[in-house]
């Protein structure tokens, strides 16, 4: 297929439409935390079984992205991005009917699993779709889908609410689903790479910079979704504020990342990628430590900084990906490093935190995952294919 060379016209169009793609995508997975505290007090459970279940949808999504990275370069790319869409618009229409918190894990990890099928075919696609002089560009500006998502949900969350209950919002989100889906297959291009996934499986692992990149993954994850997924818990449980006032101090708190993802895009070609992804993780675990341990006063300007930096992480991060691995590799590794990133960051370091709350406090918990993660930040100046 011929590349976009430029951001013009089809191919700036064709890239918003998989920018919101990505957005409404990482809304529905990071939905149930605006909604928690109403969960905990409906179905009458504690804060550790509360965030049980980011853990599941981590599961299933950390299991999806493995196998999307296996497979779909040879089923297809905007096959496999059709199956997401059609999964999530389905779960999303079912939800609604749960009435057992326990069923609500199921969910939780088939949603994660229908949201792990995207990235992983939605990179190597842009790759595919446009020149290698801007995949920086492009990808980071999609990567603002994600940054947009952690922004507005609380307040797509607080709108909803005001016309259904809890269970209405997935409805909502399940027909924007099957109306993405069906624009989806008629816009997109087919775009397959035939390969030999076990022999690169095999090669892949062999990769130091694969488990480096993981783990700063781990604590890149741990400290944008683990904390924002429990903020709205912390702020009503432990700190007695309304649930409208701690959605609406968590969705402030993420205004400014969106401009710092797109920042990120047009920056990331002219500098060293290794020392920005290094910037950007240390600041944020010395955020991450002080929003743990200062006073109660700061909490909304400190969860305002700490997102400001640990946005930035990301679409570097996902650049870095694309750099390091060849064309052949590309969608598995992205595959890998994000399936064990977003289950230990997104879904186990939430649950930790929850458990944290629960024992003694979620402050607590905070505070050692900011001194983790800042004890981390070195490992990237082992990735040697980016320095």
Not at 125 to 135: C, D, G, P, S, V
Not at 157 to 171: S, Y
Not at 208 to 214: R, V
Not at 363 to 383: D, M, N
Request: net charge positive; with cysteine.
């Amino acid at each position: 297929m011929a590349r976009f060379e430029e951001f013009r016209g089809r191919a700036f169009v064709f890239l918003l439409f998989l920018l919101f793609i990505w957005f409404i995508n990482f809304s529905v997975r990071v939905l149930f935390s605006p909604i928690l505290p109403i969960l905990e007090d409906e179905f009458m459970v504690n804060h550790a079984r509360a965030s049980g279940i980011f853990t599941f949808m981590s599961a299933g999504y950390g299991i999806s992205v493995i196998l999307s990275g296996l497979f779909s370069g040879g089923i297809g790319y905007k096959r496999s991005i059709v199956v997401c869409l059609a999964l999530l618009s389905v779960l999303n229409f079912l939800i609604p009917l749960v009435q057992n918190f326990y069923v609500l894990y199921l969910f939780a990890f088939m949603l994660g699993f229908a949201h792990g099928l995207y990235i992983p075919s939605a990179i190597p696609l842009i790759t595919e779709y446009y020149a290698e002089k801007n995949w920086g560009k492009a990808i980071s500006i999609h990567d603002t889908g994600a940054s947009m998502a952690i922004f507005a949900t609380p307040f797509v969350a607080l709108g909803l609410l005001q016309f259904f209950p809890w269970r209405g919002i997935f409805v909502v989100y399940g027909a924007v689903f099957f109306v993405c889906l069906l624009v989806f297959m008629f816009v997109a291009t087919e775009v397959k790479i035939v390969n030999r996934s076990r022999a690169v499986f095999r090669d892949i692992i062999k990769i130091p910079s694969l488990w480096y990149m993981t783990i700063v993954w781990v604590f890149g994850a741990g400290a944008n979704l683990g904390i924002y997924a429990i903020t709205p818990l912390y702020l009503t449980k432990e700190l007695g504020l309304s649930i409208d006032y701690a959605n609406t101090i968590l969705g402030i708190s993420r205004l400014v990342s969106i401009g710092v993802a797109v920042a990120c895009g047009f920056i990331v070609d002219r500098f060293s990628l290794g020392k920005m992804m290094f910037f950007m993780m240390v600041i944020t675990g010395i955020f991450t430590v002080l929003l743990g341990a200062a006073p109660v006063r700061y909490t909304g300007v400190l969860l305002f900084f700490q997102a400001f930096f640990v946005t930035g992480f990301f679409p570097i991060g996902l650049v870095a990906i694309a750099r390091t691995f060849v064309r052949e590799m590309r969608g598995l590794a992205t595959g890998m490093i994000i399936a064990a990133g977003f289950f230990m960051g997104g879904g186990v370091v939430p649950w930790l935190l929850g458990v944290s709350g629960d024992l003694y406090s979620f402050r607590l918990g905070i505070t050692l995952l900011g001194v983790l993660t800042i004890l981390a930040s070195p490992l990237i100046f082992r990735l040697k294919e980016i320095k």
